[in-house]
């Protein structure tokens, strides 16, 4: 079929609004020149700039550790939670339970930051990396029990059955049958972790303390400075890692899908 | 009865494998079983049979461990089952689905309840090779289940579930997923198996056919109770309700008035000889077809009724004769083709009779 001329139109004009300010910025952080939005000529000396920054370089690093850290957190609770709650014996309040662990997902950050702060503060626990990692893996597992569940539902209950039936425990069923056969889903589920890890700034900004600054924080504070060819080459190194991630959890999670 | 006979059930100094002493399963307010006994021996190959939905899955399901009876007691060996996890039962099951593990070849699949007894490698594969050649199935052992077809994969299940050596293997509607020759080719292969591996069979089914075909005794389920529990051919001879009657085989059933000889079933017509001790009252003669004769005469029997022809199906070595007697009942008669299609007299619409000894039918009350 073809696509008629107002089609056409409003998909260009769709995807323009979405990705042109994404394109400027990715274009202008080969600019050669020092100003932001005069182009002169293409270079690739604001990446290097970037990577002689010491600043730059530990804020990369604290963000890689949280994203993987947290990540890797929220996927082995996130995982149970959406276990028990798929397969569990139905226990009284089972439906509140699978709301309320949703409920993250439409929480303003600005509130999750806010009461994740006051707990850390009330515990006495001292705000650094340490703190980010733990209010990263309390949201991201929301997003990991939402895509592992729904692989769950449409998992053949009697395989594991089969598994218990040929003398399995219970661990061993889920290890040895359910978790290979979920395995792209729960990838799926750390990828997006990590993903949303990279990108926060508003929870991370609250729970954070000094020493412990992570690339979208850097580049916030360094805007309010002005901006710089620099900001715009760091921000489409965010912004490939991100697109990464998201192409390949959804590409995980399609392969996922595809299982019987 | 000769004693080479395998039977049992009616030996009382056999004692069973498998007993289910008046057992109930509620799902909430649903009742799937309803208080059912079921003594089952060593070696026996037996059915469960019934239509969808009467609970056979339920049954089999709470002897595996899957679910648990509301109420009643399943043994196996005179050892109470209540208390023992799905995985420590001597119990093994071929599950409806086939349940093969997606992520694991052939060969693994397996081996896997092997592995999880902590048998040393050379037995495991010792005895997956065996299992193997028992379904016939060595050049397919590094393929995944989806790289093999339907009938490979049932037999995949079969060897997986038959490797642990189980007291009793449970088999839930083992041959449903089949087209109709592998079918039947498979029901032999399992009563093969069965009488090789001398391992005791539950195997549950809708098809009557089939449950006649393989096993020593069969249960006729109908709504989470036991109608009959009997050998085919009993179950086929002398059913015990027109239920039983109408669900093995093909049957007349004939309403009326049994005055302890004969069946007063229309005003007007010769009362129905039959040899029965069934308590007067109303009930209901059971005819197999095979047991009337289709003749253009009047027969010298004991019981003979006027009728005319409506409909013949022709089935190659057998017609049945659709009939209709007085008073508007349609009576199927089945007889063998003996002679060529030219030489036979009965045609449609012709006036027949049909005849039957008095031992030729039963009378049931329920
Ligand atoms: N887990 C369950 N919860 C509620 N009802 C069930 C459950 N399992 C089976 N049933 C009901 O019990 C009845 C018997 O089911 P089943 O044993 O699967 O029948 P069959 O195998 O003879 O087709 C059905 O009406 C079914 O809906
Ligand atoms: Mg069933």
Redesign the interface.
């Known amino acids: 079929m073809k696509m008629s001329r107002f089609n056409v139109v409003s998909l260009t004009l769709g995807f323009a609004f979405l990705y042109l300010p994404i394109l400027i910025l990715i274009t202008y952080s080969f600019n050669e020149s020092r100003l932001v939005t005069v182009w002169g000529g293409f270079s690739t000396k604001w990446y290097g700039v970037l990577f002689q920054d010491e600043r730059f370089l530990g804020a990369a690093w604290v963000t890689f550790y949280v994203a993987f850290i947290s990540a890797s957190i929220a996927t082995v609770l996130g995982t149970m939670a959406a276990y028990v709650l798929v397969r569990g014996a139905k226990f009284r309040g089972r439906t509140l339970f699978s709301g309320m662990i949703y409920a993250p997902l439409v929480m303003p950050e600005v509130i999750t930051g806010l009461s994740l702060l006051l707990l850390f503060i009330s515990i006495g626990l001292d705000r650094g990396g340490f703190t980010i990692i733990l209010a990263h893996a309390t949201f991201s597992m929301c997003y990991v029990s939402v895509v592992v569940s729904s692989r769950l539902v449409s998992f053949?209950r009697?395989?594991e059955?089969?598994?218990?039936?040929?003398?399995?425990?219970g661990w061993?069923a889920f290890r040895?049958?359910t978790l290979?056969?979920i395995a792209p889903a729960v990838a799926a589920g750390w990828l997006l972790g990590f993903t949303l890890s990279l990108d926060d700034l508003v929870i991370a900004s609250f729970v954070s303390g000094p020493g412990a600054t992570t690339l979208p924080m850097r580049i916030f504070s360094e805007v309010r400075l002005g901006v710089s060819p620099k900001i715009n080459a760091l921000s489409a190194i965010l912004i490939g890692m991100v697109a990464l991630g998201v192409i390949v959890a959804s590409l995980t999670t399609k392969r996922a899908a595809q299982?019987? | 009865m000769t004693d080479d006979v395998f039977a049992p059930w009616n030996d009382p100094g056999q004692s069973p494998l498998i007993r289910y002493a008046n057992v109930t399963k509620k799902f909430g307010e649903f009742t799937a079983i309803d208080n059912v006994s079921i003594d089952i021996f060593p070696g026996e190959f037996f059915a469960l049979l019934g239509p969808s939905g009467c609970g056979k899955t339920t049954l089999m399901r709470m002897l595996a461990g899957f679910e648990t009876p509301t109420s009643g007691i399943i043994s196996l060996g005179g050892q109470d089952m209540g208390n023992v996890p799905p995985n420590k039962r001597p119990v093994n099951m071929m599950f409806q689905s086939y349940a093969l593990f997606p992520h694991m070849n052939v060969w693994d699949n397996i081996a896997f309840g092997l592995r999880r007894d902590g048998l040393p490698k050379d037995q495991v594969a010792a005895r997956v090779e065996e299992m193997l050649r028992l379904v016939q199935l060595q050049k397919f052992a590094k393929r995944k289940p989806d790289a093999i077809s339907g009938g490979q994969r049932q037999r995949v299940a079969l060897a997986r579930s038959l490797a642990k050596a189980p007291k009793v293997l449970l088999l839930d509607e083992p041959l449903g997923a089949l087209d109709k020759k592998l079918r039947q080719e498979t029901q032999f292969e399992l009563v093969d198996i069965q009488e090789k591996t001398g391992t005791t069979f539950m195997i549950v089914t809708h098809d009557q056919e089939e449950a006649m075909t393989v096993s020593t005794r069969i249960a006729v389920m109908d709504e989470g109770i036991i109608k009959q529990i009997d050998t085919p051919a009993s179950l086929y001879e002398a059913p015990n309700s027109r239920y039983v009657a109408d669900f093995i085989g093909d049957v007349n059933l004939i309403e009326g008035d049994w005055r302890g000889d004969t069946l007063h079933w229309a005003e007007g017509q010769t009362p129905l000889a039959v040899q029965s001790d069934a308590p007067v009252g109303k009930a209901w003669l059971a005819l197999r077809p095979e047991k009337i004769a289709i003749s253009k005469d009047q027969a010298k029997a004991d019981n003979a009724i006027p009728g005319q022809v409506i409909d013949i199906a022709y089935l190659g070595n057998l017609s049945t004769y659709v009939v209709e007697i007085p008073g508007g009942q349609k009576i199927r008669a089945q007889a063998t083709n003996a002679r060529r299609l030219s030489r036979r007299d009965i045609t449609w619409n012709d006036t027949v009779w049909l005849s039957w000894t008095s031992t030729a039918g039963l009378v049931l009350s329920e």
């Open positions: 053949d009697s395989l059955e089969a598994a218990l039936d040929l003398g399995a425990t061993q040895l049958v290979p056969i299982r019987p």
